[in-house]
């Protein structure tokens, strides 16, 4: 009765009247919207045989050319009441004719669309305003009947606006007479059915509410004394066996909560975290033995607000301030902070707490949770310090250090990676793809197959150029490799990139600075063969021959003199021998510094005069000698190259291999021309140092294998301890 105050007798009347008010104001509704859409479809049917006969009626005198009877149909036109405006516009959508010149003149402009629209399908069309009190009407007029000279023809449109607002009161008229209908229907139907439950319900209801009033005052035994078996004696004997039921479930409830506070003792005291509860001002009221032994408190000091003195010093004014701002809010507690107890023994803890409502849902107070957090704390300070050695180690490395994920996305750039290029270390983190654009345009395809393979072989190492910010072009040496983690998962790729354009620079000056060197040995051999070649020819030309001469003179000299000189004979012949060998060592130091022949005869018979000669000097080395190839076929440049390095091997054969045999070969491959020079001497190890080489061939080894680069030949030297050695220069054909 709280809901609905009337009594029962008139509240079924009160719904009845209510439903049939709401069920008329539907259909009445209803009934106005259907009658309206009857209406509009009518008119509609209506306006539309009206357009199609006047349009036809009009098309017919405009073949006929006769205005006066077109402007007299037009404004016979709204002489339906329901016609607001008729009018033709031609091709141009220029105004015709018009039953209300004005009116069609302010309407014109917003038709101008629906105008084209049925002149380019060629068919009329039905269209509603929008709020459906117009309906505009459109027809396409053809008005010579043939085309124009520019071959379209001339259609114009008749346009008709029929009005529609009167449907409104015609569908309400329905609508009022529908209602008085159904309203005297429904009166005579209540009036009945309230009748009907007055004699069977209402009496038998006071009889049912007396009997649990008489239940509310005391009375111990519920006794409605109905009768029958209608739904009033079934919830008759519902409320007895509920009363009794109810009875049965408050002693029971009693028994429970007993338990359920032995079970929430037992749990407390045994549970691993702190335990606590407040009341609504959240004062504590109790603690669990796990919440005293973290606080070092007992119960009743941790009691009321007692509890903050278990608190770590640094942390109460914290504690303090969240607690009491959740109090007031209502709110949920969560927070981390330290208990110290009076050993001095601090203990991490995560706290936190929700509301503790009754039955009813209002709050009573707070429960709450003390999780020690000791250990993860100390395994996060760990964590922490193990990564800020990391980032000192990573942050101030000299090089460009990153990690890449395996989406292509960097986890960590390295700050140096500004001095480097210009950038910022966030710059490549927001976009990975940004590495890519700075790699200059030479080098972007060899950056491009690196990145397809990297970090599935391997460590790999690469140099290429970038751009820095300011558009100087710097040389990077870039080195990565896979991170693959404990359990072999692929965690991306670690890279380091060193600047190394200081280094480029010095190895290219280095290399040019030996391409110089190189130039200046080339040319100091050719000016040491010419300079051969010029004192050679002066001792041949000019001393030889002067020696020749003072020889002849002194021998013409003895065998003029008489007998009586026979003593200054001896001495003049002593001198004679003298100048001989003078003349022979002058003719030999020619010879050596280079031979006359090769220029007169060629290198062919040089090589074999030269064996000759080597062979009588040192005869316990035999030579075998396989000269292959024309005299045509060794280009004027190579002959004294070739003839300088049998020289210089030959001497090293004699001097330090103690070699028995040697073999001289030149051949000619028709692509190389091939030098070859083996004997069977001790040898020497090639993993020694140049200088142990350079102590076994002197400077010769050196000598032959410039004069071969020079000279655009390879040049190659293969010696076994105790094996001999076989040098080799091959020269393009």
């Known amino acids: 009765m709280k809901w609905f105050p009337l009594p029962l007798r008139y509240s079924i009347p009160v719904i009845l009247i209510l439903l049939s008010t709401i069920f008329g104001i539907y259909s009445f509704q209803h009934e106005m919207k259907w009658s309206y859409l009857r209406h509009e479809n009518y008119e509609k049917q209506e306006a539309t045989a009206i357009g199609n006969n006047l349009s036809k009626m009009l098309e017919y005198l405009c073949r006929r050319g006769d205005n006066q009877m077109i402007q007299l149909l037009v404004i016979q036109a709204c002489s339906n009441p329901n016609v607001r405006l008729a009018c033709i516009v031609d091709e141009h959508n220029r105004l015709a004719h018009a039953s209300s010149f004005e009116r069609a003149n302010q309407q014109l402009p917003s038709l101008i669309a629906y105008f084209n629209s049925v002149r380019n399908t060629k068919s009329s069309k039905v269209e509603f305003a929008e709020d459906h009190q117009v309906l505009m009407l459109f027809y396409p007029l053809d008005l010579e009947g043939k085309q124009s000279s520019s071959g379209a023809s001339r259609t114009g449109i008749l346009y008709l606006e029929y009005d529609l607002s009167y449907m409104k009161n015609m569908a309400y008229a329905d609508a009022v007479d529908r209602l008085k209908e159904l309203s005297l229907i429904s009166i005579i139907g209540i009036f009945f059915i309230w009748i009907f439950f007055y004699i069977t319900t209402t009496r038998r209801v006071r009889q049912l509410l007396s009997a649990v009033r008489r239940f509310a005052q005391g009375d111990k035994i519920f006794h409605s004394g109905l009768g029958g078996t209608d739904e009033l004696m079934e919830i008759s ?39 606590y509860v407040t009341d609504i001002d959240g004062r504590c009221i109790f603690v669990n033995q796990r919440w005293c032994e973290m606080a070092g408190l007992t119960p009743e000091k941790a009691f009321g607000d007692g509890w903050i003195r278990g608190i770590h010093p640094d942390d109460r004014e914290r504690v303090a301030t969240a607690w009491n701002s959740i109090v007031q809010s209502r709110g949920i507690w969560g927070l981390e902070y330290r208990f110290k107890t009076p050993d001095n023994t601090v203990t991490w803890v995560y706290g936190n707490a929700t509301v503790l409502a009754d039955s009813s849902g209002q709050t009573i107070g707070y429960i709450g949770t003390n999780a020690d957090i000791t250990d993860r704390k100390r395994a996060e300070e760990q964590l922490h310090e193990s990564e800020l050695r990391y980032k000192t180690v990573a942050d101030f490395t000299y090089d460009w250090e990153y990690w890449l994920s395996p989406e292509g996305t960097f986890r960590y750039v390295s700050p140096s990676s500004s001095r480097i290029t210009g950038y910022s270390a966030q710059e490549f983190v927001d976009n990975p793809a ?65 600047d190394i354009t200081d280094r480029r620079q010095a190895e290219e000056a280095l290399r040019t600075s030996e391409e110089k060197l190189k130039f200046l040995s080339s040319q100091l051999i050719d000016l040491q063969e010419l300079e051969r070649k010029t004192i050679a020819a002066e001792l041949h030309d000019s001393i030889s021959q002067t020696l020749s001469a003072a020889k002849f003179g002194l021998e013409r000299v003895c065998r003029q003199m008489d007998t009586d000189a026979g003593r200054y004979s001896k001495t003049l012949e002593a001198s ?25 005869l060629g290198i062919v018979l040089t090589i074999g005069w030269f064996l000759r000669e080597f062979h009588g000097i040192y005869a316990a080395i035999s030579i075998e000698q396989q000269i292959e190839i024309q005299e045509n076929a060794v280009p004027d440049n190579l002959k004294i190259v070739i ?57 010769g080894i050196i000598s032959m294998r410039e ?27």
Request: proline fraction near 2%; charged fraction near 25%.
């Open 237 to 275: 004997r519902a409320l007895e066996q509920g009363i009794r039921e109810r009875t049965e479930a408050i002693v029971k409830a009693d028994e429970n909560l007993r338990k359920s506070e032995e079970r929430f003792r037992t749990f407390t005291t045994f549970s691993p975290v702190g335990i």
């Open 576 to 600: 004679i021998e003298m100048i001989k060998s003078a003349i022979d060592e002058v003719r030999r130091i020619s010879i050596n510094m280079r031979p006359s022949m090769l220029d007169d």
């Open 707 to 733: 004069r071969t680069a020079f000279s655009g030949g390879f040049f190659n030297i293969t010696s076994v301890k105790g094996q001999g050695t076989i040098i080799t220069g091959s020269w393009p054909c």
């Open 434 to 498: 940004f590495f890519a654009q700075i790699v200059y345009t030479e080098d972007k395809t060899l950056w491009e197959n690196h990145q397809k393979y990297r970090g599935r072989h391997g460590a790999q190492e690469l140099q290429f150029r970038i751009v820095t910010r300011s558009g100087e072009v710097r040389w990077i040496e870039h080195v990565c490799q896979p991170v693959i983690g404990e359990n072999g998962d692929f965690l991306g790729v670690r890279a380091s990139n060193r």
């Open 643 to 699: 003839y300088r390095i049998i020289q210089e091997a030959l001497n090293n054969v004699a001097k330090h291999s103690r070699a028995d045999r040697v073999r001289v070969s030149l051949k000619n491959t028709g692509e190389t021309l091939t030098l070859t020079i083996e004997d069977n001497g001790e040898g020497f190890n090639q993993d020694t140092s140049p200088a142990v080489a350079t102590v076994h061939g002197g400077l």
